[in-house]
């Protein structure tokens, strides 16, 4: 079983739709990374929560962490095709430094 | 600098053929990763490097070998791969914190053939 389910796992959609990326566990965290990856690049950091009902803004990006720091959420207001990549939740093994990250969210922005 | 710089971009080898990765980054992170992403899947964890110390090896096969020279950079090299092996190398460092991101590189898009 995966310690971080992203839903959902591909999501097309036109140019200025808004839409949601879930990543839930049964796990609490003290803390936990969005990252984004562009074909052929690495993943880049978005954010980073570590308080429970935390919400982050990144111009049209929203990012909440849940009350009980055990799922976030990714809210991308009028999509733009420039955003279009591989969406990663990810959190910290124990104090080992290993991230370990969802299976992805694919997300294509049609224009 | 707040880059990590990862040569070759791209390699083809032989599966009879040794070859190493490279990587280098002068932020003064103390810690530094290898991880391999298969296509449309999230990075797997090979190694960490912590202080220039081997700390978690994934069991990761033999033919994998990471080396620390120094704590700008970082290798893996490669020998007797197989096809399977293919995929994107990515390397990572990041400060010796947990709340702390990763910084990437663009990865090797390694192919065996």
């Known amino acids: 079983t995966q310690l971080l389910e992203q839903s959902p796992q591909f999501l097309s959609i036109q140019e200025g739709e808004n839409l949601t990326v879930y990543c839930n566990s049964s796990?609490?965290?003290?803390?936990l990374q969005w990252y984004r990856q562009e074909p052929g690049e690495g993943p880049v950091l978005l954010v980073t929560?570590?308080?429970?009902?935390e919400v982050k803004k990144l111009k049209r990006l929203t990012f909440q962490f849940g009350d009980a720091r055990k799922d976030s959420s990714l809210h991308i207001t009028a999509a733009q095709p420039g955003d279009t990549g591989l969406y990663l939740c990810?959190?910290?093994?124990?104090?080992?430094?290993?991230?370990?990250f969802g299976q992805g969210t694919t997300l294509q922005v049609k224009p | 600098d707040t880059e990590v710089t990862q040569t070759p971009k791209h390699l083809v080898m032989g599966m009879t053929n040794k070859k190493s990765l490279k990587c280098e980054q002068h932020?003064?992170?103390?810690?530094m990763y290898w991880y391999k992403q298969k296509a449309k899947k999230p990075p797997e964890l090979m190694f960490v490097?912590?202080?220039?110390?081997?700390?978690i090896n994934e069991s990761v096969p033999s033919r994998f070998s990471p080396e620390c020279p120094n704590s700008s950079l970082l290798n893996l090299h490669l020998h007797a791969l197989q096809p399977e092996d293919s995929a994107l190398y990515l390397c990572?460092?990041?400060?010796?914190?947990?709340?702390?991101?990763?910084?990437f590189g663009s990865g090797t898009r390694l192919t065996v053939v």
């Open positions: 990572a460092s990041s400060q010796w914190f947990p709340n702390y991101g990763y910084t």
């Open positions: 796990s609490v965290f003290s803390s």
């Open positions: 929560v570590v308080t429970g009902g």
């Open positions: 990810a959190v910290f093994s124990g104090n080992t430094g290993k991230l370990i």
């Open positions: 932020m003064g992170h103390r810690a």
């Open positions: 490097y912590s202080y220039e110390k081997l700390s």
